[in-house]
């Protein structure tokens, strides 16, 4: 059973920082792409980043230069490491990871940038 959980999130000021972790279990992350995803009230889900087996990542136009996804095979969890927040980065963010035909998903980390 392929469960993803996710932590990390919480009340941050604008201009501040968070890191989020993604940890698996029962499967190994380390072959398939996993990606971070926001759904913010009355928005639907977005991408914000992934990472490929191979390491490679994309981004949303909205978070490049701020956000970095990485991962740590060793510790089967992927991480979002968000700096420079915004009020706009408000929502709950989720950890995806697809096995083709399915996506698996977490239960998802609230995050509120506001002062």
């Known amino acids: 059973q392929v469960q993803l959980v996710e932590s990390g999130g919480g009340l941050v000021q604008p201009g501040g920082s968070l890191r989020l972790s993604c940890t698996a279990s029962g499967i190994i992350v380390r072959i398939y792409t996993m990606g971070w995803y926001r759904q913010a009230p009355g928005k639907q889900r977005e991408l914000v980043a992934r990472?490929?087996?191979?390491?490679?990542?994309n981004y949303a136009d909205s978070v490049k230069g701020r956000f970095t996804i990485s991962r740590d095979n060793a510790k089967n969890t992927v991480y979002l490491q968000m700096n420079s927040l915004k009020p706009e980065d408000t929502a709950v963010y989720y950890c995806?990871?697809?096995?083709?035909?399915?996506?698996?998903w977490g239960q998802g980390t609230q995050v509120t940038v506001s002062s």
């Open positions: 995806n990871l697809y096995r083709g035909p399915t996506d698996y």
């Open positions: 990472i490929s087996s191979t390491g490679i990542t």
